[in-house]
């Protein structure tokens, strides 16, 4: 399974990242609508996508408006948007209300409440996990396919905007990537907590705790452009497979 980072930054671009946006082309999924939604359109390997929104803050959605050129073009014949109740009716209520958007294109939007998983594939199956600590809340997804005598199983999840608060450690036990928010380093942990966001070491831990495979971090501070935002080194020495995701980054599960 590939897995492309297309915007790997949180709240606001910079020229290193953008905000939030993660394909997975094999499926034709795309967890999160943020700025680097415009680079999707020249990777479509499909005319359907099924996007996964984790909730409604403007840097996971405003990518939404990008998509209209591909619609007209052809190259994006349907759009199935997965999001909770709420989440979706703030996308439609306001992303595309009359007088911040013109048009408001043929979505299928499907509320989460009313799956408990989503198959994908065969074989291939979604599940989905509420977060409560960022104001608003959010939603961690993961997907699991395989374990056939064909073929072995294999895991991932995607789990943002949130503190490591205990709330959601079975949903990913055992995973192989985990792709997680890491906004601040432990420096900032104050604020962390305050905003209802990551910080290092309470990442990490949580992915020794859940026996991950790998650890990539997302949703990085904008503020900080450096080479090192979360203190890798810290993150390593708790957890040795993590690493940064940069926006390009391309990985096989």
């Given amino acids: 399974m590939r897995v492309q980072f297309l915007g790997t930054g949180g709240y606001?671009?910079?020229?290193?990242?953008?905000?939030?946006?993660?394909?997975?082309?094999?499926?034709?999924?795309?967890f999160d609508a943020g700025t680097a939604m415009f680079r999707l359109p020249a990777k479509l390997e499909s005319d359907e996508l099924t996007l996964f929104l984790s909730h409604a803050h403007l840097d996971h959605v405003v990518g939404l408006t990008y998509l209209l050129p591909a619609i007209g073009e052809g190259r994006l014949r349907k759009l199935t948007i997965y999001g909770t109740g709420q989440t979706l009716a703030a996308v439609r209520t306001h992303v595309f209300a009359k007088l911040t958007f013109p048009v408001m294109p043929d979505f299928d939007f499907r509320p989460l409440e009313d799956h408990s998983e989503v198959r994908l594939a065969e074989g291939t199956m979604l599940t989905h996990h509420p977060l409560v600590s960022h104001p608003g809340g959010s939603t961690a997804y993961r997907i699991d396919w395989g374990g056939t005598e064909q073929s072995q199983a294999k895991s991932l999840a995607y789990v943002t905007d949130t503190t490591v608060d205990g709330t959601y450690t079975e949903f990913l036990q055992?995973?192989?990537?985990?792709?997680?928010?890491?906004?601040?380093?432990?420096?900032?942990?104050?604020?962390?907590?305050?905003?209802g966001h990551s910080h290092t070491t309470p990442v990490a831990e949580l992915a020794r705790q859940v026996n991950a495979g790998r650890l990539a971090l997302v949703h990085v501070n904008p503020q900080d452009e450096s080479d090192d935002p979360i203190d890798i080194k810290t993150a390593r020495s708790v957890f040795a497979e993590t690493q940064v995701a940069e926006d390009g980054l391309m990985l096989e599960v």
Avoid: M, W
């Avoid at 606001?12 to 795309?30: F, K, M, S």
């Avoid at 990537?177 to 305050?194: G, P, R, T």
């Fill in 174 to 195: 055992d995973i192989d990537l985990l792709i997680h928010e890491c906004y601040f380093s432990d420096s900032q942990a104050k604020l962390a907590i305050k905003t």
């Fill in 12 to 30: 606001h671009p910079n020229e290193r990242r953008q905000t939030a946006c993660i394909y997975l082309p094999d499926l034709g999924v795309v």
